[in-house]
């Protein structure tokens, strides 16, 4: 099943570069996109240019899949400047309707025609936000979530003005920066997302206002049971199963009635007097214990990297968001596997991975069958490289590892990129002796190297044969590429050689 | 630092085994604690099992710890018989105050009066719950999360008449299971975690009504958003982040006059009406698009895993209680082990594996990479035995492999029982040199050797250094046990020696 290629534009123009303006930034940038800024404040830059550090250091960790060049940023002095070539216009001011309807104003003046103009609001109603602009056809609000260059959602809410088209091409823009929108039905102030959160957000309040519990205990309500399951199932999925087979319906003639008796304060706003504000930030901070933002961030960050991927190795929820992302960065795997053994010389690399969390013993590093599992991995991919496939081996012929000898040399971590380079020693008919070395991506450390004696095997005649002759042609080729590098001063330690 | 030690119980009854009953059951039977169900339903029993079978594959894919052998679990057809000889009785009867009073009542009269008595209910208030009992001293709310078997959280409520002493008993017992209790500091309705999940529950239950969304985007506006975000940080933290380095002061001071403008149906409850519940229902169906519940709830574990997984790795939220499970299971299982072996002389046999499924590759046989994971585990067992512990690892010390060689001889197939026996081939002060058997158990046949040489580090210094005297200790009497033993014709065949 082909996905349709989405469009993702080569300039964007960003009217603001606070917290949320700088995770446009970063997001944008890191897709390849050139990125205008306009932001009155003076530390705007800096900020945007922090916000990247972060982001970068984040995608670096998620993915493998290769990454376009990053656009460039531009600081403008105007927003005229900043809009003039822009193909998306993203406004990011802070929540104040007058500011942001007077800045969409002035950039819809001055952007090109076909330009998509969106705000990030969290609620504020497009079709107010819009009344002063050209064109209010192109504009909707598109809302994201902090870190904007890490969560996929964005809401799109357009007004009544909103062309449909404006709505469709605005999905594929931020489809290709890896994003999932969600195109709500009609304006209503806080959308979707934020009007759970609200609710949710002043029910925490009232508990901490009437002392039922600190900041953090609220926190561990969350993190410790709800919270792991809304990373992967939201609400009605969830309760859907607290039905058992008979559903949502079971549940909802199970717990429904509870409605009546409700619970939470739900008629009751609390007043964010002095003494309630104080109360949450010396619980805040007992909270953070000394961390600072950005340290928590990065803690953020390495959490959602994890989380994410998890996610994608089940293809579920954000995860699926995540490798659609990947396949479209990848795109053609086979061209791509080609480049890396190009690049590599001699050496042929034939097998990379990302550790997987799930490979992460009790010491806190890649457990120790992982490194064969690796190793073994590329022995195979060798073997597909001189002709062992499906077919072969349904004749009855394979090769088997009858010894390995495998030096464990430094530890990894999960998350880290791994891969290996791969040397064919000697061969003969029946033979192969190969070398792996295991390598981490960034500093190149050695972590491990593999040494392996293989046999070629008659499966139906239960006895070593010798193997096809394209396949020993292969392996000549391959000899030849290789015969001028050194012999690995690791190898040659088993016990038996060809 | 020392963790102290948790008291798991010997045996637990439980009242009711429904889906949150046989949730307990199975985390209970996998923490090694006998189980008595007391549940008049005819296909409770059933139920328990099938909960079991879930929760056994989600705990073999979560965590490489070893676990200790089930418990057993016995139908009993009373009351009393269930309590009799129970450390903690554990009621999770459907949420009708009435049905549990006179549950808890009965169970008080025929329990220990050192028994703990627990109420799983998600709302009703303790000093209610607990009038009809004798020793209401004995009795607290403890609260789970769906699924049991796996979400950490319990919520830990007293009521006036509840020991001091009871709450941290029970405290102790459920840490003891791998979960993370949190006291709730008063009575309240809903206590913490249900008070936050219910005003989200309403606003969602709104937003469909209105028809601003459907279930499915409801579910989109978390899963792909927010939360990402709660799995690893709860509400408050998050928000601090949105304040920068301003932290939370800053925030509310942006954010906290939106209160006064509340987007959310505060003032009005929905009325679950049969139109409603029709669209609820029938959007929900959509939702699963034809997918069993039980179907889900796999998928549902298995991203729970990936995510707990992920968290483990960071040493932050739900992955650090996970992490402290991980440790004590190591430490009772080194225990376990001591005791199996204490009269054992000769030969050690310390880990046995049935070849699952999914271990086969495509030449249909064990895959070359669990070769090594059988021998590693076996290496794993054996520092088990001398006192590798978590306490020991936690302090900074460990074994570490530095070289291994395979000798591939026969294959494995899937279900086939695989055995290996160990040798300590030579040790001094901080070098192992182990060597391990692997046969199929019934012919015994031979089915790989492993050598191994491993090094005594220091991870704090990040240098090999001697191992503590209790384990060279044990180490030498082990040496002693194995002097008449013939040296492994295989053995002596890696590069480097003792």
């Known amino acids: 099943m082909r996905e349709e290629r989405d469009t993702k534009p080569r300039t964007a123009a960003l009217l603001g570069g606070g917290v949320i303006g700088g995770g446009w930034a970063a997001r944008l940038l890191l897709a390849g996109v050139d990125v205008r800024l306009y932001d009155p404040a003076s530390d705007a830059e800096q900020g945007v240019i922090a916000t990247l550090d972060r982001a970068r250091r984040a995608w670096r960790r998620l993915t493998m899949a290769p990454l376009p060049p990053e656009g460039s940023l531009t600081v403008t002095d105007s927003i005229s400047e900043a809009v003039s070539d822009a193909e998306l216009v993203q406004e ?64 799109l809410v357009g007004g009544p003005q909103t062309a449909t088209s404006t709505i469709e091409h605005a999905a594929s823009i931020y489809r290709s920066l890896g994003m999932r929108p969600l195109v709500v039905r009609r304006e209503i102030d806080g959308f979707i997302a934020d009007r759970l959160l609200e609710a949710l957000w002043r029910e925490a309040l009232w508990l901490v206002n009437d002392d039922v519990a600190t900041v953090e205990e609220v926190d561990d309500a969350i993190t ?132 997987p969390t799930d490979w992460i013993d009790y010491n806190g590093h890649l457990t120790e069958s992982r ?67 295991m390598r981490r991506q960034g500093d190149e450390t050695l972590l491990a190297t593999g040494e392996h004696m293989l046999l070629h095997v008659d499966r139906t005649a239960a006895a070593t044969a010798p193997a096809e002759p394209a396949v020993l042609a292969s392996l000549s080729a391959i000899a030849d590429t290789q015969r001028e590098l050194p012999w690995p001063e690791a190898a040659g330690r088993v016990g038996r050689r060809p």
Chains 1, 2 share one sequence.
């Not at 009635?257 to 109360?279: G, I, R």
């Not at 990065?298 to 490798?323: K, T, Y």
Request: proline content about 3%; glycine content about 8%; hydrophobic content about 40%.
């Open 92 to 155: 990011s001011a802070p929540e104040r309707e007058a500011l942001k309807r007077e800045l969409l104003s002035q950039a819809s003046h001055a952007a090109l025609s076909t330009a998509i103009i969106a705000s990030s609001t969290s609620g504020l109603l497009p079709s107010r936000l819009s009344t002063d602009m050209d064109g209010p056809e192109r504009f909707l609000v598109a809302h994201p979530f902090n870190p904007v260059y890490f969560l996929p959602l964005v809401e």
């Open 371 to 437: 490194y064969l599992d690796v190793l073994a991995e590329s022995t195979d991919a060798f073997l597909r490289l001189i002709g062992i496939d499906g077919d072969y081996i349904a004749d009855g012929h394979s090769y088997y590892t009858v010894e390995t000898h495998i030096r464990h040399i430094a530890e990894a971590s999960a998350g880290e990129h791994l891969y290996t380079e791969t040397r064919l020693l000697a061969h003969d008919q029946k033979r192969l002796h190969l070398f792996h070395e």
């Open 224 to 355: 410790y049971g709800a919270g792991l399951r809304w990373a992967a199932m939201g609400i009605f999925l969830t309760y859907r199963l607290g039905g058992g087979e008979g559903g949502m319906r079971h549940f909802l003639e199970q717990f429904g009635p509870a409605l009546a008796l409700p619970w939470t304060h739900l008629t009751d706003v609390p007043t964010l007097d002095q003494a309630l504000l104080e109360k949450l930030v010396t619980q805040s901070d007992a909270q953070a214990d000394g961390r600072s933002a950005d340290e928590l961030m990065r803690v953020r960050d390495d959490c959602l990297v994890a989380i994410l991927q998890g996610l994608r190795g089940q293809s579920f929820g954000a995860g699926e968001a995540l490798a659609r992302y990947e396949r479209a960065l990848i795109g053609d795997s086979a061209a791509h596997l080609r480049d890396a053994t190009d690049d590599a010389g001699g050496t042929l690399r034939l097998h990379q991975v990302i550790v």
